[in-house]
T-cell receptor, first 112, second 113 residues
Framework: AQSVTQLDSHVSVSEGTPVLLRCNYS??????LFWYVQHPNKGLQLLLK??????LVKGINGFEAEFKKSETSFHLTKPSAHMSDAAEYFC??????????FGSGTRLLVRP | EAEVAQSPRYKITEKSQAVAFWCDPI?????LYWYRQILGQGPELLVQ????????DSQLPKDRFSAERLKGVDSTLKIQPAELGDSAMYLC???????????FGPGTRLTVT
């Protein structure tokens, strides 16, 4: 069965410093992987997705993620954090029926 | 930009009462999803519709939960009777087709007292 593990429940960074949100996946076949962001009182928004094309995926708002099959990882990064990046981030894998399986989330805090 | 609409945004109900949530997907989206997100966890799919037909309700507690999408457009999720453990955020999402990008609504936060 497909699953994702988000390694940190909370990450705190200073504004202007790099962001790293870690995600490991488990899949019996080549997976489709996603990162979603959830701001308070707003719906989940797709940041980026990997579907077996380029291993480095660029998303919205300066985020990117790299698919590493050997490490079964799909970590989310951003070179410079902005206050507006403070939110909950979910790593997601889709199963063979295209059902989305969500991780437990990482709350990103950005300090001024 | 078109959005998925949900109402109410917040609902407080007593246990054993009935409660209903409404979702209006993006116009033209054939696939509609209901998710439940318990505090501190990721969303979990409850039910998926393709037009007016249920294609996956394997995680829906059918003894108390029901969902319908009668005309293949908007949808209602009902809980009767509500239990304390049903307190959660209920999210609706829609997509053009069953493999398309899912667009999420703002959710309904349910508190059962």
């Amino acid at each position: 069965a497909q699953s994702v593990t988000q390694l940190d429940s909370h990450v705190s960074v200073s504004e202007g410093t790099p962001v790293l949100l870690r995600c490991n996946y488990s899949s019996s076949y080549s997976p489709s992987l996603f990162w979603y962001v959830q701001h308070p009182n707003k719906g989940l928004q797709l940041l980026l997705k990997y579907t077996s094309a380029a291993t480095l995926v660029k998303g919205i708002n300066g985020f990117e993620a790299e698919f590493k099959k050997s490490e079964t990882s799909f970590h989310l990064t951003k070179p410079s954090a902005h206050m507006s990046d403070a939110a909950e981030y979910f790593c997601v894998v889709s199963d063979s029926s295209y059902k989305l399986i969500f991780g437990s989330g990482t709350r990103l805090l950005v300090r001024p | 930009e078109a959005e998925v609409a949900q109402s109410p945004r917040y609902k407080i109900t007593e246990k054993s009462q009935a409660v209903a949530f409404w979702c209006d997907p993006i116009s033209g989206h054939a696939t509609l999803y209901w998710y439940r997100q318990i505090l501190g966890q990721g969303p979990e799919l409850l039910v998926q519709f393709q037009d007016e037909s249920v294609v996956d309700d394997s995680q829906l507690p059918k003894d108390r939960f029901s969902a319908e999408r009668l005309k293949g457009v908007d949808s209602t999720l009902k809980i009767q009777p509500a239990e304390l453990g049903d307190s959660a955020m209920y999210l609706c999402a829609s997509s053009l087709w069953d493999r398309g990008e899912q667009y999420f609504g703002p959710g309904t936060r349910l508190t059962v007292t």
